[in-house]
């Protein structure tokens, strides 16, 4: 089944291109079918790169999937215009008063950063606990896991004496989790972070559940409230095969002398072309969120969804 997307989003071309089924609005109101709504709080610079990288793990499942998109009033992004904005996105204010299945916070620039020191930190926390009674379930990644761990459960981020970044092996920490089916045992995801949250203030927390991890130096991968289908992705499974490729090239070339992301070169050899051992994860996660925890459970009527807590 298709994703719907808005009228000509570019990252439409690129999926196209990769035979996922995307439809534009017009056609998907011309479908008598309800689907999944889905908000996604895009934090990264380059709007364009992040959407195509979430579009194509949310458009490859046999559900139908309306997206919007919004992106923080309170600061204003320098890599992608305003009128791109203005085509494609919506801010918070616009829809505030509307309920979701799902809600995606991605990751964020800003990790070396207190919390409070981000420009945009008191519009996130309030996106966070509107996002308490208005959405099904929410799905936070790198930065935006960090900021929901840290806003909800008061769980604080630690800077780490080097950068983490490769593509490293997890594990699975719990059996017959609905949101795990079908990984195997062992499985790998990129990181690409300065912090981490740690498990031993993680575990404190008793509607806490540790889902997976990986080998050190990444730590914990996947923590959730399974009570209110929360989950917190410090990974980034929607990467492209180039991402870490771009960041390392990019951190080279600024003198910053980084190491080389672990398990993703041949042989650490970076003149080579890398090996992707994370995509059927990647979709997996993401088919299994939409599934088990958005379209299995969330009320037919949106507007039943926490009824009372409109605003």
């Not at 761990?149 to 593509?167: A, D, P």
Request: net charge negative.
């Amino acid at each position: 089944m298709p994703i719907k997307i808005p009228n000509n989003l570019p990252a439409a071309h690129i999926l196209e291109g990769e035979n996922i089924f995307v439809m534009d609005a017009d056609r998907a109101y011309s479908q008598d079918i309800r689907p999944l709504r889905l908000l996604i709080l895009n934090l990264m610079p380059i709007k364009h790169i992040t959407e195509t990288q979430f579009l194509r793990l949310l458009g490859n499942t046999p559900l139908q999937v309306e997206v919007d998109f919004i992106y923080t009033e309170s600061y204003t992004p320098s890599h992608t215009s305003a009128a791109y904005l203005s085509e494609f996105y919506g801010t918070f204010a616009e829809v505030r008063h509307r309920k979701y299945d799902g809600f995606i916070i991605t990751g964020a620039p800003v990790e070396n950063m207190a919390f409070e020191e981000v420009a945009y930190w008191e519009e996130v926390a309030e996106i966070l606990e509107w996002s308490k009674t208005h959405v099904y379930s929410t799905f936070h990644v790198c930065w935006g896991a960090q900021a929901g761990l840290y806003y909800h459960y008061g769980i604080q981020k630690h800077q780490m004496k080097e950068k983490i970044s490769g593509v490293f092996r997890h594990h699975l920490c719990v059996e017959h989790e609905r949101l795990l089916r079908g990984f195997d045992d062992e499985f790998y995801v990129p990181h690409s972070r300065h912090t981490e949250n740690r498990r031993e203030d993680i575990v404190k927390v008793p509607e806490l559940t540790i889902l997976a991890e990986a080998e050190e130096p990444a730590g914990p991968y996947i923590v959730a409230n399974l009570e209110k289908r929360q989950f917190f992705i410090t990974g980034h499974a929607e990467y492209d095969p180039d991402t870490l490729k771009q960041e390392y090239d990019r951190d080279v070339k600024a003198g910053l002398n980084p190491k080389i992301p672990i398990n993703y070169y041949p042989e650490d050899d970076p003149a080579r072309k890398p090996v992707v051992r994370w995509r059927s994860v990647a979709h997996l996660l993401f088919a299994n969120w939409l599934n088990y925890y958005v379209y299995q459970e969330t009320p037919y009527e949106l507007d039943e969804l926490y009824k009372g807590h409109d605003d």
